[in-house]
């Protein structure tokens, strides 16, 4: 093994594509930022309970997935596989639920960790940009979060990207739902685990990717046909908003989801150039977790985009974002005395808000010119002995070549105005 290697399942973002993280951040946190969400920042990790019993006992997250420490002092910890625990966990923490204001509307953006089998687009260390609307049950605010994340997308340039919709029903209709599935499931010919997985959680059955499998299932009974009626109209009314707001889905009843907290409302967002790992984003309705950490009753709704594979979707439909150029301005020294007096410039440039980079290690004319280029400036300065002698500098214009002397005191000036 090779001593610069990143761990198994991990990678590190380095320029220039780590700009392209950045931008896709900044693009997906956007609308949240605009439409009433706080940021929040939690823990990397937390107390393995917590996500034992907010996650699930039953998944694969908890029971395979999860990295679990005990530290020198004897506390049970996991570095957190996913937010949404953390994010409830602190809001109650901080009583945020009880400032009279709710929904309490939160976004946040961070590293993620899963002990799952590398392959394309699934990795051990992961990020995602994520929301989560606390303690107010309104189809309106489900509605919300998924136009919300549609608006990301679209503003990123996406568009080969499907948004798959269910509703799994309350804690009044769902165990129903679950016995007959069971009941249907037991006489099916499954394999040891998946027997064992339709006494942990049936639904995930519903989930099995393998083709023989699904062919058993043609005649599963339907979560739809069990729903009560409250979750039917709270689904109708959350479809009829996001319809009418112009977003396009596809109803999926098979659409289970990884995490045992759902209730009512679940979506996912996939996308068609991924391959296996298809799914960009997901989330829903989790109106039961609180009281299983051990709050009140507070119903919410949440989503998490996964930034890694929002790249990869870009880079799946070609999408070249619109990066603003680092650098304005590159400074080129050619001597000591030009280097000090150029540094200044750099130094005043900076101040004045100009992105401004200098030609450092005292390199030759042919060097620094390339490093110019490479580092996109719009303009560069150049200055030897004699120009300083006559007060000037070389000012170039890397996009139509041309260059003249200005004055060196009004150099700042004059290239604030040329960037407008
Ligand atoms: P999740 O579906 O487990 O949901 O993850 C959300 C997104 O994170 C996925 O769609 C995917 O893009 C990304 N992701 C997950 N695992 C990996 C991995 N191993 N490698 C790369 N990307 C990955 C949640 O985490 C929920 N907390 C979402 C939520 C928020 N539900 C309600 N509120």
């Avoid at 908890?62 to 679990?68: D, L, S």
Wanted: charged residues 25%; glycine residues 10%.
């Amino acid at each position: 093994m090779s001593t610069f290697q990143a761990p198994k399942g991990t990678y590190d973002l380095t320029p220039p594509r780590s700009a392209t993280f950045l931008a896709v951040r900044e693009a997906i946190s956007a609308p949240l930022r605009d439409s009433g969400y706080g940021y929040i920042e939690t823990p990397g990790f937390e107390n393995v309970e917590l996500f034992a019993r907010g996650v699930g006992e039953s998944t694969d997250i908890v029971t395979k997935e999860m990295y679990t420490l005990t530290t020198k002092g004897g506390d049970q910890l996991a570095l957190r596989p996913e937010g949404t625990a953390s994010v409830l966990r602190a809001a109650l923490e901080a009583n945020l639920h009880k400032a009279g204001n709710l929904p309490v509307k939160l976004w946040y953006s961070g590293s993620y960790y899963r002990y799952e089998r590398p392959q394309a687009g699934r990795y051990r260390h992961f990020s995602q940009v994520g929301a989560e609307a606390i303690g107010t049950e309104d189809p309106a605010l489900d509605a919300e979060l998924i136009i919300l994340a549609d608006q990301a997308y679209r503003a990123l340039g996406l568009r080969q990207f499907r948004i798959l919709l269910n509703s799994l029903g309350d804690k009044e209709c769902r165990p129903v739902y679950r016995e007959a599935l069971q009941t249907f499931l037991r006489d099916l010919d499954l394999d040891e685990e998946t027997r064992r997985r339709i006494e942990i959680n049936p639904l995930r059955v519903l989930d099995d990717k393998r083709a023989d499998v699904q062919k058993q299932l043609t005649d599963a009974p339907k979560l739809r046909d069990y729903l009560c009626d409250a979750c039917k109209a709270y689904h109708e009314e959350v479809r009829a908003l996001i319809t009418a707001a112009g977003v396009v889905f596809e109803d999926d009843e098979k659409l289970v989801r990884g995490l045992d907290y759902y209730t009512r409302t679940t979506f996912e967002f996939v996308h068609d150039g991924l391959g296996s790992q298809s799914a960009v984003g997901g989330g829903g309705r989790y109106d039961g977790l609180s009281e299983m950490i051990g709050g009140p009753e507070l119903p919410s709704v949440g989503w998490a985009l996964g930034v890694d594979r929002t790249v990869l979707a870009l880079e799946a439909e070609g999408v070249e974002l619109d990066l603003p150029a680092v650098t304005s301005v590159y400074a080129v020294p050619l001597g000591d005395e030009a280097r000090r007096v150029l540094f200044g410039v750099v130094t005043e440039l900076r101040r004045a808000g100009i992105a401004a980079d200098f030609a450092f290690g005292g390199r030759g004319l042919k060097g620094a010119m390339k490093s110019a280029n490479r580092s996109g400036a719009r303009y560069t300065l150049v200055a030897g002995e004699r120009d300083l002698a006559e007060g000037v500098v070389q000012l170039k214009d890397m996009e139509s070549g041309e260059q003249s002397a200005v004055p060196l005191a009004g150099a700042a000036a004059e290239l604030a105005k040329r960037l407008g």
